[in-house]
């Protein structure tokens, strides 16, 4: 029965069209999921009637239409499927007609999956049509590999994002006249995909800023270990005695133990000290009668 009522109203409005000799250039079709508006942009290149009609396979409501710019006043009657639109104008040739709209019904439920599904009739001459479907944000389409029909009919829609935020797909044709245009979309959310994806970005940031913490340390090392190498070699052959020996205790040792385990006097131990204070390769403080040497870290094994 609903198939009989459609190809009643497509021949009524045939007839029409044949009869007012309505060409079109171009119509632009845009459905956006978000909130079920869709807007139709249509360049016409001749009206023989002082009534613009328009016809849809679904229900019309908050009805806009401007033509040249101009907002004008419509009316629209339920058909047994769709909507008829009728627009008074003054306008013949060369002109523009902006629709605008909400509806429903054109998206369906299967689980967690989303069927989007659009028609509408060729019933005048149109010579380029495109249609653009915009899914909800947080949206995206089935994977083919997990569906079993297409994720995307006529599969010559291609895929397109606004902003990287919301999908598209479009397609573009040249319909002949009485040739039904047809379009389903399959989507579904993406929050456990983005989920799974934040998963893998954190721990990879978190690592990506380990090894660049850990290149840095080991530049830092290098640089450093290259400095004091030449700092060493600079040194008098006496204080790289007691930078060795210090190194062999742990970086620690008291000043009278190095006098005592040297051969030098306890006066030339002091000197040899107090020049590795003056290096920075040295640091000494009191301790009990006698003074406590340290190698600075950079230069203990």
Not at 145 to 170: C, H, I, K
Not at 177 to 182: A, K, M, R, S, T
């Amino acid at each position: 029965m609903k198939t009989k009522y459609l190809i009643l109203t497509f021949l009524v409005l045939l007839t029409v069209s044949l009869g007012a000799a309505t060409t079109i250039s171009q119509e632009d079709v845009a459905v956006d999921l978000r909130d079920n508006n869709v807007s139709v942009v249509m360049k016409v290149d001749t009206l023989t009637t002082t009534t613009f009609n328009y016809q849809t396979s679904h229900p019309v409501d908050d009805l806009r239409v401007k033509i040249n710019g101009e907002r004008v006043e419509c009316s629209n009657t339920e058909l047994a499927i769709g909507t008829n639109i009728n627009c008074d104008t003054s306008v013949s040739e060369n002109f523009t007609v902006n629709i605008d709209y909400t509806t429903s019904g054109l998206t369906t439920s299967q689980g967690d999956i989303s069927v989007f599904r659009y028609s509408q009739s060729i019933y005048r001459p149109i010579k380029n049509y495109s249609f653009k479907v915009i899914l909800p944000e947080g949206t995206g389409l089935v994977d083919q590999a997990n569906a079993t029909t297409s994720v995307v009919n006529p599969e010559t829609g291609e895929l397109g994002n606004m902003n990287g935020r919301r999908f598209f797909v479009e397609w573009n044709s040249q319909p002949e006249l009485g040739e039904p245009v047809n379009y389903k979309v399959l989507y579904e959310p993406l929050q456990e995909k983005e989920k799974e994806d934040s998963s893998l970005i954190i721990p990879g940031s978190v690592l990506g800023l380990l090894l660049i913490v850990l290149i840095s340390y080991m530049v830092y090392r290098r640089k450093n270990a290259v400095k004091t190498s030449n700092q060493l070699d600079e040194l008098s052959e006496d204080c790289r005695l007691v930078v060795e020996m210090l190194q062999e205790e742990g970086g620690e040792m008291l000043q009278k133990d190095i006098v005592e385990e040297s051969e030098y006097s306890k006066a030339k131990i002091s000197g040899v000290v107090s020049t590795l204070v003056d290096e920075d390769i040295v640091s000494k403080e009191k301790e009990g009668r006698s003074n406590k040497v340290s190698l600075n870290n950079e230069f203990r094994d």
